[in-house]
């Protein structure tokens, strides 16, 4: 087994806040948040974007499933695919759901049960015919999933909350850090202490610096210059620029990607069916 064959990450959904498909979106995707991480022979999913109907439907074949699902937070654009994952209706799978940004307010269960509620759905999560497991944590444990695996979560400044995870197995690692609004001048220490080191660093870079500045702040979003000065102080090794703004159509991108990688050389946009390995 070479480097990289038993860890790898691809992106389903890359785009931020509402799915913006179209021909000025179709290089990096029009999909919202959804990776999928192989881990150890694990299968593990982060969000539910709309990108997750397309994994949901590349995955049928791999039943039964024994995977799981953590979620960043519960806002529309990082759930509003959950019903539409077709192994959920595979009875011989299994998935645990996992959630550390409700504070014990409310339940993960509760929240799925909201978001699936006539007149918005028209059927609730229990029409589901795979195992679900509901598990509610608190940003900032560690989780052991499986033997061999842990994941470090840290609490982000997001509206509602959200959670930042640090996915570590065989001395490699991979951060996915989004929903986030950084400070200016101010870095965030849950965001260095949880990717100090890291060989990948996803993080949410909707904006530049320039229009967070002008028309963003307290929007929850962070930006790709952010992101850089987290990384070089954090030590980590590679960028992936992640949950971008539906504004911002493929040759936008493409400009930033270049000042990306003149800033941070080897960091990359994610893009619909981007795989990486750490
Ligand atoms: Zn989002
Ligand atoms: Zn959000």
């Not at 490699?172 to 609004?181: I, K, M």
């Not at 702040?217 to 992936?240: D, N």
Request: aromatic residues 10%.
């Amino acid at each position: 087994m070479t480097r990289g064959d038993d860890f790898l990450v691809r992106f389903w959904g890359v785009r931020g806040s509402i799915a913006c498909p179209g021909p000025a979106t179709a290089r990096y995707g029009g999909n919202t948040s959804s990776i999928e991480v192989r881990c150890a022979g694990r299968l593990i999913l982060f969000d539910a974007g709309t990108g997750i109907r397309n994994l949901g439907s590349a995955l049928l074949a791999e039943a039964p499933l024994d995977a799981d699902l953590f979620f960043t937070h519960t806002h529309f654009d990082h759930v509003c695919g959950l019903p539409f994952f077709k192994p959920f209706f595979q009875p011989q799978n299994s998935f645990r759901l996992w959630a550390g940004h409700l504070g014990g307010r409310m339940t993960l269960h509760g929240v799925m049960r909201g978001l699936m509620m006539a007149p918005l759905f028209p059927v609730p999560p229990e029409v589901f015919k795979a195992r679900m497991e509901y598990r509610d944590f608190a940003a900032g444990a560690t989780l052991t999933p499986a033997p061999g695996i842990r994941l470090r979560t840290a609490a982000l400044n997001h509206p509602d909350g959200a959670t930042g995870y640090r996915i570590e197995h065989g001395g490699r690692s991979v951060c996915y850090v989004t929903d986030t609004e950084h400070v200016p001048g101010a870095p965030d220490a849950n965001v260095l202490s949880l990717i100090a080191g890291a060989d990948l660093v996803i993080y949410d870079c909707m904006y530049t610096d320039e229009e967070y500045a002008k028309s963003y702040v307290g929007w929850g979003h962070s930006t790709w210059q952010e992101a850089v000065r987290l990384c070089r102080a954090a030590k980590a090794k590679r960028l992936v620029v992640f949950h971008h703004d539906p504004d911002h159509d493929d040759d936008r991108l493409d400009a930033i990607a270049r000042e990306v990688e003149a800033a941070m050389p080897g960091a990359v946009l994610a893009r619909e069916g981007l795989t990486l390995a750490p």
